[in-house]
């Protein structure tokens, strides 16, 4: 978390907050673009450091030093870590929602990260951690034959899918341990690999550092 820190003093932005937490709504933003720190919601808090950021070169780095929401559908653009001190808990909306950035060459291109504990789910009908080409927000699944988007999970402690509808990831999760409770259609997963690029800021020091889920059946 040091390392994230630091990188994100002159890659990013640094969130602290008086609030017991802080939310990121798709509603009010629906798009993250990492590429142009200038249009973030809170643009006035990075470094004036922070150039050519959310590259592959340079990605930005988020640390948001209290617990993370993330409601209804959030689109990322550029590279990106986006890292809560404490838990992170992702809210999709009633016809399809989640967050997601690009895959490019079958990589990943964002990588979200709680140092406790992730929650994925609510009542609805698509959790939409990817799409695919030609894809629609109330359906992760519809359109063309290659995805096109995807997000990297990681969970220090625990990542928790808990929901009524359908889970739909691409990318990969990257935790100790996993539940899944799912009352909807079983969890389906594409993985695509994160890129060294967004894994470097610290996270090579961490326990897992690899995919701990690589397959996921019901019986």
Not at 144 to 161: D, E, H, K, P, Q
Not at 172 to 193: F, H, K, N, R, S
């Amino acid at each position: 978390m040091t390392a994230l820190r630091d990188q994100a003093m002159i890659s990013g932005a640094i969130i602290t907050t008086s609030q017991p937490s802080y939310s990121i709504d798709g509603v009010a933003t629906p798009v993250l673009d990492f590429t142009n720190p200038g249009t973030l919601p809170w643009a006035g808090s990075f470094p004036s450091l922070c150039t050519n950021c959310g590259t592959k070169s340079n990605p930005f780095i988020l640390v948001v030093e209290k617990p993370l929401f993330i409601y209804n559908r959030v689109r990322i653009k550029g590279y990106a870590v986006i890292v809560s001190s404490t838990n992170v808990s992702i809210s999709p909306q009633i016809g399809g929602g989640g967050v997601f950035g690009d895959i490019i060459e079958v990589e990943t291109t964002v990588i979200l990260a709680s140092f406790d504990r992730m929650n994925v789910g609510g009542p609805v009908s698509h959790t939409c951690m990817g799409l695919e080409s030609g894809g629609t927000a109330s359906s992760c699944t519809s359109g063309g034959s290659n995805f096109t988007n995807g997000i990297t999970l990681y969970a220090r402690t625990v990542l928790n899918f808990e929901t009524g509808g359908s889970v739909y990831l691409v990318g990969g999760i990257v935790a100790p341990t996993i539940t899944i409770d799912l009352t909807g259609d079983p969890l389906t997963m594409t993985y695509a690999a994160p890129p060294e690029a967004i894994t470097d800021p610290g996270f090579e020091f961490q326990n897992p550092i690899g995919p701990v889920l690589v397959s996921y059946s019901e019986w």
